[in-house]
């Protein structure tokens, strides 16, 4: 999107604000299902904890995509998007027992991380098809926080407990009609996921039943010049040619199945924020926004560096700004970042933030969530308001003290 078509979007809308690019979304899926064009059968689940407003799940139904979802919460979300229950796939961790019933109730495809849980749920329901997901214990990820398919990893059922597995099936009668892995987010290097596919592949031989692989995601886009981005054409290529090559062996078809988030969806997205100080100290220069971790928490929480571009003075000679919140604890943006010349009430714009930003906003220092708008047809549409007092004090009981 240009910054003439942002700015516009700011004074429209007021900031902050957080604007979607539909065709960006579009693009990536297509690029996505274009990569894997000589697989049958496949099968994208958007992970939607990275941005699951409805407009933007249906814009993705459209597409074609299917869900990945992690709370019954979002599996309603999905359900009122217009998904229907065998679109979707629940991948939670540590739920509780019966949140994993009440999803498997509405006809949603389980996938289940934990021996006791496939134990008790095998015994319970054996007639209903589960997928397990395995931790292949590979180290695949960028930040430790994200990287969750490692030996220390609390997710999945480790590789070398598959034994124990096959004993649970054995004894419920049970049905495992997918194997899942995901290893995390930012895979950097294709060969290593490859290498966590064949410890996948490895697995799936010694289930009968089943439907469908699923290779999770962790696909890495860029943020910053220079940055390394998941060769998808090139895992394409190669995953592909290892997936036919195991359809032969296994002797049937099977789906192959891929639950992207980031992919999807943090290219298209632009976080609008208005300077309200620019503060010269002996050391930086500071330029304070109208917002603060409460409504993009990444920087602080992984160290994610978004690209940052002042949309009102776009060709303005580079100076070099601290960018800085205005919640009251330390909520650093950027440290000396070189931004083109910032004046106070100019609107700087954030890249890369359609993934895990307004999903994760909060009301910290009881501030109102920012509206969310789509660009799409060349037009601004409005997909969540921006927040008003109401919505602060509507599920608070004042009581006689
Ligand atoms: C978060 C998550 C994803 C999406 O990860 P991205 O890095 O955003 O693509 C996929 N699968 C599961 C199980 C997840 O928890």
């Known amino acids: 999107m240009q910054p003439k078509e942002l700015l516009t979007l700011a004074e429209e809308f007021g900031s902050p604000l957080y604007v979607y690019d539909a065709t960006t979304i579009e693009q990536q899926y297509n690029r996505l299902t274009a990569a894997f064009s000589k697989v049958e059968n496949l099968r994208i689940n958007y992970a939607m904890k990275a941005l699951s407003n409805i407009t933007i799940l249906k814009l993705l139904k459209k597409c074609g995509?299917?869900?990945?979802?992690?709370?019954?919460?979002?599996?309603?979300?999905?359900?009122?998007?217009?998904?229907?229950?065998?679109?979707?796939?629940?991948?939670?961790?540590?739920?509780?027992?019966?949140?994993?019933?009440?999803?498997?109730?509405?006809?949603?495809?389980?996938?289940?991380?934990?021996l006791s849980v496939l134990e008790h749920f095998g015994a319970k329901y054996p007639k209903i098809p589960v997928c397990i997901r395995i931790n292949p214990h590979v180290m695949a990820g960028g930040n430790e926080n994200i990287s969750v398919g490692h030996i220390d990893s609390k997710f999945g059922i480790?590789?070398?407990?598959?034994?124990?597995?096959?004993?649970?099936?054995?004894?419920?009668?049970?049905?495992?009609?997918?194997?899942?892995?995901?290893?995390?987010?930012?895979?950097?290097?294709?060969?290593?996921?490859?290498?966590?596919?064949?410890?996948?592949?490895?697995?799936?031989?010694?289930?009968?039943?089943?439907?469908?692989?699923?290779?999770?995601?962790?696909?890495?886009?860029?943020?910053?010049?220079?940055?390394?981005?998941?060769?998808?054409?090139?895992?394409?290529?190669?995953?592909?040619?290892?997936?036919?090559?195991?359809?032969?062996?296994?002797?049937?078809?099977?789906?192959?199945?891929?639950?992207?988030?980031?992919?999807?969806?943090?290219?298209?997205?632009?976080?609008?924020?208005?300077?309200?100080?620019?503060?010269?100290?002996?050391?930086?220069?500071?330029?304070?926004?109208?917002?603060?971790?409460?409504?993009?928490?990444?920087?602080?929480?992984?160290?994610?560096?978004?690209?940052?571009?002042?949309?009102?003075?776009?060709?303005?000679?580079?100076?070099?700004?601290?960018?800085?919140?205005?919640?009251?604890?330390?909520d650093t943006f950027a440290n000396n970042r070189r931004i083109a010349e910032i004046k106070e009430g100019d609107v700087l714009c954030f890249k890369n933030a359609g993934a895990y930003c307004f999903s994760m906003a909060s009301n910290y220092n009881s501030r109102f969530k920012p509206a969310e708008v789509l660009w799409k047809d060349g037009k601004g549409h409005l997909i969540s308001k921006r927040e008003t007092f109401e919505d602060l004090i509507k599920n608070q009981i004042m009581i006689e003290v």
């Open 65 to 114: 995509s299917g869900l990945d979802t992690v709370s019954f919460q979002e599996v309603q979300l999905g359900l009122h998007a217009g998904f229907t229950p065998d679109k979707i796939i629940f991948t939670p961790n540590g739920v509780s027992f019966e949140e994993i019933e009440e999803v498997a109730k509405l006809g949603v495809q389980i996938n289940i991380d934990n």
């Open 158 to 330: 480790s590789i070398y407990q598959i034994p124990h597995v096959l004993r649970i099936v054995e004894n419920t009668g049970m049905h495992i009609n997918g194997i899942h892995m995901h290893t995390g987010s930012d895979i950097l290097d294709i060969e290593v996921f490859l290498y966590a596919a064949e410890i996948l592949f490895d697995a799936a031989k010694q289930f009968k039943e089943l439907d469908f692989l699923d290779f999770g995601s962790g696909f890495k886009v860029p943020y910053k010049k220079g940055d390394i981005e998941t060769n998808i054409e090139e895992l394409g290529k190669k995953l592909t040619k290892r997936f036919l090559a195991f359809e032969k062996e296994y002797g049937r078809t099977l789906t192959l199945a891929f639950e992207p988030g980031k992919f999807l969806v943090s290219e298209a997205g632009f976080f609008l924020a208005k300077v309200n100080v620019v503060k010269q100290t002996t050391s930086t220069v500071f330029a304070g926004i109208d917002s603060g971790f409460n409504h993009l928490i990444r920087p602080m929480f992984y160290g994610s560096q978004h690209q940052i571009e002042n949309i009102s003075n776009p060709k303005g000679k580079e100076r070099f700004y601290t960018v800085v919140g205005y919640i009251c604890e330390t």
